[in-house]
Structure formats: structure tokens, C-alpha cells
T-cell receptor, first 116, second 109 residues
């Protein structure tokens, strides 16, 4: 019944590896996001998709590639992982993305990525 | 990048009201004011939002200044479970939501 679910919750991997984090929302929302929360606890938006179309792409290294197979899923693939990629990654979704600034964002529980 | 400023931390005694302030002096006329909170080891969760009028829901109240340059989140009776980081954000129509560092609320038993 979880509205926004992401897997895995914890991931420990070595530098240089490629890994993916999956996200699914069952709320029927049009817009999905990826946020990164680093060790200083700042939440930074990485990507935003509206109906499978990329609408926000912040200054994120191109090692990070989001993939949205349908509007209920937004996966994050990370190539050649670096130590600085260690963070908590949050997936989120909201209804009717760009057209209504009152809409609420629903967050997943986070994926704790540790690169060693 | 955050368009809001909040105190880094606040303390409250349990069962007392808490007023969490937020300044958003550059807010535009169509931006909503949203409050989210993040409990330890969890994702942020929605608390309340408003545009111009004060708002109440089961979690909290939101008092918005007449000029909309500031707002206050009011928790009427703080509980230990309210200890969290509270984020005040102004939401643009493009959903580029920018979170600041928020206010870390400690609740003292």
C-alpha cells in the first residue's frame, strides 16, 4: 500500500560499479522526482519527469541517468560510482506537475547508498 | 538557492505550542507556501500548505503574513514524535522545489 516505494533501501557497493535504484508510485501522479540528500542533510533536486518526459535536469553528472518506462516508474541508474555519490536518494511524486504550484509532493522512504 | 530562511534549530517542551517561523521575502504572487517535515531516517512528509489565508489541518496550522513575506507553522501541542527537521518551501509552477536546511525541532519531555 506504500504510495511511493523505492528499492533497495540500503545499498553498499564499490567504487566504479554501476547500480540502479528503482521507484514506483501508485498514486496516479503525472510527475516524479529524484532528490539527493548528502551528509550535510541538504535535499537537492536532481531530476523531474512529467508523463515520462524530462522537465528538470539539475547540474548532475551524466553518470546519473534517469529512466521512466511509464509514468508510474522512475528509475535512477548510476554508472562508475564514486565515493562522493554516497548519500540518501529520495524518489517523490506529485499530481499535475508543472501547472499547479499548490500540489503536494509525496516522498519515498529513501535509498541509502554507500560507496566504498 | 533556497528562497526561504528559517532558524537552524528550536526547542520546545512537550505538550506546549511551537511556532516555527519562515521568511520568504522574494515570494511571487502565485507561489504556494509549503511545509514538510522529515523524521529521522525517513523521507520528508507533507505537513500543510497555503497561499494567502491561514490554514488548519489535523497536523498543524499555518499563519501567513498579510504581505506573504513570512509565515509561521504552529504545532498546537508538541509531542516527542514531532521532533524532526521542518522545511518551509515556496513552490514554483515548474515544481523546482528547493529545500533549505530547515529547522531542527527538539522536543523536551
Amino acid at each position: 500500500d506504500t504510495a511511493v516505494s523505492q528499492t533497495p533501501k540500503y545499498l553498499v557497493t564499490q567504487m566504479g560499479n554501476d547500480k540502479s535504484i528503482k521507484c514506483e508510485q501508485n498514486l496516479g501522479h503525472d510527475t516524479m522526482y529524484w532528490y539527493k540528500q548528502d551528509s550535510k542533510k541538504f535535499l537537492k533536486i536532481m531530476f523531474s519527469y512529467n508523463n515520462k518526459e524530462l522537465i528538470i535536469n539539475e547540474t548532475v553528472p551524466n553518470r546519473f541517468s534517469p529512466k521512466s518506462p511509464d509514468k508510474a516508474h522512475l528509475n535512477l541508474h548510476i554508472n562508475s560510482l564514486e565515493l562522493g555519490d554516497s548519500a540518501v536518494y529520495f524518489c517523490a511524486s506529485s499530481p499535475t506537475g508543472a501547472r499547479h504550484s499548490g500540489n503536494t509532493i509525496y516522498f519515498g522512504e529513501g535509498s541509502w547508498l554507500t560507496v566504498v | 538557492d533556497a528562497k526561504t530562511t528559517q532558524p537552524n534549530s528550536m526547542e520546545s517542551n512537550e505538550e506546549e505550542p511551537v511556532h516555527l517561523p519562515c521568511n520568504h521575502s522574494t515570494i511571487s504572487g502565485t507561489d504556494y507556501i509549503h511545509w514538510y517535515r522529515q523524521l529521522p531516517s525517513q523521507g520528508p512528509e507533507y505537513v500543510i500548505h497555503g497561499l494567502t489565508s491561514n490554514v488548519n489541518n489535523r497536523m498543524a496550522s499555518l499563519a501567513i503574513a498579510e504581505d506573504r513575506k513570512s509565515s509561521t507553522l504552529i504545532l498546537h501541542r508538541a509531542t516527542l514524535r514531532d521532533a524532526a527537521v521542518y522545511y518551509c518551501i515556496t513552490k514554483t509552477s515548474y515544481d523546482k522545489v528547493i529545500f533549505g536546511p530547515g529547522t531542527s525541532l527538539s522536543v523536551i519531555p
